[in-house]
C-alpha cells in the first residue's frame, strides 16, 4: 500500500520514497490509534501525514527510548543535531541524509508549513530533558503549544479547510492538545516510572494528591479515592478541551474530515475506557475495545464514501480486514473508500 500512497502523492525519488516509508513504518507501530484514522484519508495525503508523526516519534524516542541507555547531556546533544539537520534541510543549506528528516523536509516544502512549528517542537522536546512536573495548567498548556498544538498546526496545510486556515487554526491547536492530554491520563504510571507526572500540581493538589502517593499507588496497586477523584478532574479538563476542539472539524475539506473525525472519536473513546474501567491507569493501560473501535473505523469509511460522492467521485468498494497487529478493522489494503 507504501507504493500506491506515494505514487498517488507524486513522491518519485527512490531515497524520499524509503524516507516516507520508514515513516509510515513509524506511524504503524507506534500510533495505531492515530494511524487507523489516517487510512481514511485520500491516498495522496498520507504520506504527508506519516512524516509529520515519523519526526514527531523520532524526536521523543530520543528523549525517551534513548534515555534508557544514555545521559542527559547526550540525548540533548542528539536533539541539538537533529534540529540542526532539519533547520539545513528545511533552509536548503544542506540535504537531509536521515529518512525522517528528509520525508519531513519535504513534507514541509510541499505544504508550507511554517518552520516556526517545528522550532517550537523542538523547544518542548528540550524541556522534557529537564521538566517533569508542571505546577499549573497554564504551565502545561505552554508545554503542550510546543509538544501538541503545533501538531495539529502542521496538519491543517495537509488536510485542507473550507475557511480561512486562520479560523480553523485555534481548533486544530486544541485538538491536538486534547490528544496529547488523553496520551497523559492513559499514560499516567509509565511516565511515573520515567520519573514524569504530566498531571498539573495544583490539579492533584485540590484532591490531595502528590507525586508521593501516585509513587505509593503505583508500587503497591493500591487504590485511593484521592487519586481517583483527581483523574477524574483531570478527564473533565480534557472534555472540555474536546470541546474547544469540535466546531473546527466542519472547518476541514470534506474529504478530510473523516479522518479527524475518526482521531476525535477513538482519542475520546480513550477517556470512556479510563472511566469504564475505574480510573486504574497506574496499575493498567486503558484500552477500548476492539468492537468500538470497528464500529469508529465503519463509520468512517461510510463518511468517506459519502464525502467522495457528493465531490463528484465514484465510490470504491471497500472491505475490512484485520491488522496484522490486532482486531481492529480497517479499510481494505487493496481497495480503500478513501483512495
Not at 513522491?11 to 515513516?23: F, G, K, N, W
Not at 506519516?50 to 516519534?57: C, E, P, Q, S
Not at 519535504?106 to 523542538?122: K, S, V
Not at 499514560?187 to 501516585?214: I, K
Request: glycine share 6%.
Amino acid at each position: 500500500m507504501t507504493q500506491r500512497e506515494l505514487d498517488a502523492a507524486g513522491i518519485t525519488d527512490p531515497a524520499l520514497r524509503a524516507a516516507y516509508a520508514r515513516c509510515r513504518r513509524l506511524n504503524a507501530r507506534h500510533g495505531r490509534t492515530y494511524f487507523l484514522a489516517t487510512r481514511l484519508l485520500p491516498a495522496g495525503r498520507r504520506p504527508a501525514v506519516h512524516a509529520l508523526y515519523g519526526f514527531a516519534r523520532f524526536a521523543d524516542d530520543i528523549v525517551d527510548d534513548l534515555g534508557t541507555t544514555a545521559g542527559r547531556a547526550e540525548r540533548a546533544a542528539a536533539l541539538a543535531r537533529l534540529e540542526e539537520r532539519l533547520r539545513q534541510a528545511l533552509t536548503g543549506a544542506a540535504p537531509a541524509t536521515e529518512p525522517v528528516v528528509r520525508a519531513v523536509a519535504d513534507t514541509a516544502a510541499r505544504y508550507a508549513i511554517d518552520p516556526a512549528h517545528f522550532t517550537d517542537f523542538m523547544a518542548s522536546m528540550r524541556s522534557d530533558l529537564t521538566v517533569t512536573s508542571y505546577a499549573t495548567y497554564d504551565d502545561l498548556r505552554a508545554y503542550m503549544h510546543g509538544s501538541a498544538a503545533v501538531i495539529g498546526l502542521q496538519m491543517l496545510p495537509v488536510l485542507g479547510t473550507v475557511t480561512p486556515r486562520a479560523e480553523a487554526a485555534p481548533h486544530a491547536a486544541a485538538l491536538g492538545i486534547a490528544f496529547q492530554l488523553t496520551n497523559f491520563l492513559r499514560d499516567v504510571g509509565e511516565d511515573l516510572d520515567r520519573g514524569r507526572v504530566y498531571l498539573p500540581a495544583d490539579l492533584l493538589a485540590a484532591h490531595g494528591v502528590d507525586r508521593d502517593l501516585l509513587r505509593w499507588s503505583r508500587r503497591t496497586g493500591a487504590h485511593d479515592p484521592r487519586i481517583t477523584a483527581a483523574l477524574k478532574a483531570a478527564e473533565n479538563l480534557t472534555r472540555e478541551v474536546y470541546r474547544e476542539a469540535a466546531p473546527g472539524l466542519a472547518m476541514l475539506d470534506p474529504v478530510a474530515r473523516p479522518c479527524i473525525h475518526a482521531a476525535y472519536v477513538l482519542y475520546r473513546n480513550i477517556l470512556d475506557a479510563i472511566a469504564e474501567g475505574g480510573y486504574a491507569v497506574l496499575h493498567r493501560r486503558a484500552v477500548v475495545p476492539a468492537r468500538r473501535r470497528a464500529a469508529v473505523a465503519a463509520g468512517g469509511l461510510a463518511r468517506v464514501l459519502a464525502a467522495r460522492l457528493r465531490a463528484g467521485h465514484p465510490p470504491v468498494p471497500a472491505t475490512t480486514t484485520a491488522p496484522a497487529d490486532g482486531p481492529v478493522p480497517r479499510p481494505d489494503e487493496t481497495r480503500e473508500a478513501a483512495g
